[in-house]
Each structure stands twice: as C-alpha cells, then as structure tokens.
C-alpha cells in the first residue's frame, strides 16, 4: 500500500526545509518504494495553500490511506509525527544493520 503525502513549505525557511528533510527520512525508513510525496512552496503556489486550507506551514497532509490527516511543524519527533499521521500501525520496523554492515563501516 502507497502512503502519499503532500508537504506545504514556504520558500527555504529553515522550519521548511528541516520539515521536509525530516519527512524525506521518515519515508525512507517506514515507507522505502511505497510512498509518493509532492512539495508545494506556498509563495510560488499560493491557490494550492488557499485550496488545501492551509493555515501554517510546514503542514503535511496524509492523502492515502484514508482518513486524510494532518500535521503542522517540523516533524522531529517521528514516533509523534506517525502517530499523528494515523500511521504508527502500518509502518514498516526500520531495518536493523546486520553485523557484517556495522564491521564495514569501522
């Protein structure tokens, strides 16, 4: 199953580009290949804020799965942005280093 998102950022404000340096680490840990995520700067796209009702940035709307929820802030705390996403039972546990990994990277 694809989770999708849409993350609403404004220019490259550190809250928005850390926002969304979080959410690309974040898929990338529970979601590798199995999700979609579409950027929208609100100063280049003002209607698409004014369309989502978007009242604060960095805000990330979870399209799919339904419900659609949302979340506001630079989603650092990932047990807290899952949780808020309504994702926390669907995620994928990130995947542990086996040994021979650890080894390499001494």
């Given at each position: 199953?694809k989770v999708n998102f849409?993350?609403?950022?404004?220019?490259?404000?550190?809250?928005?580009?850390?926002?969304?340096?979080?959410?690309?680490?974040?898929?990338?840990?529970?979601?590798?290949?199995?999700?979609?995520?579409?950027?929208?700067?609100?100063?280049?796209?003002?209607?698409?804020?004014?369309?989502?009702?978007?009242?604060?940035?960095?805000?990330?709307?979870?399209?799919?799965?339904?419900?659609?929820?949302?979340?506001?802030?630079?989603?650092?705390?990932?047990d807290q942005v899952l949780?808020?996403?309504?994702?926390?039972?669907?995620?994928?546990?990130?995947?542990?280093?086996n040994v021979n990994e650890?080894?390499?990277?001494?």
């Amino acid at each position: 199953m694809k989770v999708n998102f849409v993350i609403f950022i404004t220019g490259d404000t550190p809250c928005s580009l850390q926002a969304l340096q979080n959410l690309k680490e974040l898929c990338e840990i529970y979601f590798k290949g199995e999700y979609n995520m579409t950027v929208v700067d609100i100063l280049a796209e003002p209607q698409q804020a004014e369309d989502h009702r978007i009242i604060a940035t960095p805000t990330v709307i979870k399209l799919m799965p339904l419900p659609e929820r949302r979340i506001v802030g630079d989603l650092s705390g990932f047990d807290q942005v899952l949780n808020g996403l309504g994702l926390s039972e669907i995620t994928k546990k990130p995947r542990k280093a086996n040994v021979n990994e650890e080894e390499q990277k001494k």
